[in-house]
T-cell receptor, first 114, second 112 residues
């Protein structure tokens, strides 16, 4: 019963490097999203997807790229890492857009940009 | 733009106390409100979901209420236990069905 799986759990990047945070879910959910969590600011939506081939921007999309080629996977790409992107990243999935069904979160990816 | 605020930011209580966590939101045009629990180093676990047409939801020792018109929700925890120690976050779904807008969380510590 994997649920939502994120990799890597921890990562240190140098400024300017690129990397991809992986997210996979095994619940056949249509809706997937990426959030970042910063101290005292709660979680903020980066990008989301309502199905394979469809993505859209959230509240803080700059510096991030996403794609959704399959229902299961929703990777988040950092194009050129900056110290401001040091954060904890959470991937989430649900069977709807949040109207009434439970949203499931991964355990998070801790990213430090030096 | 929707803003969600949680008060207090941190709370420490002795075991056995009943407690109330508060959540307020600026735009009452919400579809639902959810309360989540987050343990250190972990993801979020959904505790309760209240639809905009509902006034409250209960699960075990937890009771969440929603006053949509005043933009407020409370999470009531009865007979608190050390295992309740965690960060509690509330989040609202906008009327357009967009993804969640979160509050900053309340960090709860229940002392034995």
């Amino acid at each position: 019963n994997a649920g939502v799986t994120q990799t890597p759990k921890f990562q240190v990047l140098k400024t300017g490097q690129s990397m991809t945070l992986q997210c996979a879910q095994d619940m056949n959910h249509e809706y997937m999203s990426w959030y970042r969590q910063d101290p005292g600011m709660g979680l903020r939506l980066i990008h989301y997807s309502v199905g394979a081939g469809i993505t859209d921007q959230g509240e803080v999309p700059n510096g991030y790229n996403v794609s959704r080629s399959t229902t299961e996977d929703f990777p988040l790409r950092l194009l050129s890492a900056a110290p401001s992107q040091t954060s904890v990243y959470f991937c989430a999935s649900s069977s709807d857009r949040g109207y009434g069904n439970t949203i499931y979160f991964g355990e998070g990816s801790w990213l430090t940009v030096v | 733009k929707q803003e969600v605020t949680q008060i207090p930011a941190a709370l420490s209580v002795p075991e056995g106390e009943n407690l109330v966590l508060n959540c307020s939101f600026t735009d009452s045009a919400i579809y639902n409100l959810q309360w989540f629990r987050q343990d250190p180093g972990k993801g979020l676990t959904s505790l309760l979901l209240i639809q905009s047409s509902q006034r409250e939801q209960t699960s075990g020792r937890l009771n969440a209420s929603l006053d949509k018109s005043s933009g407020r929700s409370t999470l009531y925890i009865a007979a608190s236990q050390p295992g309740d120690s965690a960060t509690y976050l509330c989040a609202v779904t906008g009327d357009a069905g967009n993804m969640l807008t979160f509050g900053g969380g309340t960090r709860l510590m229940v002392k034995p």
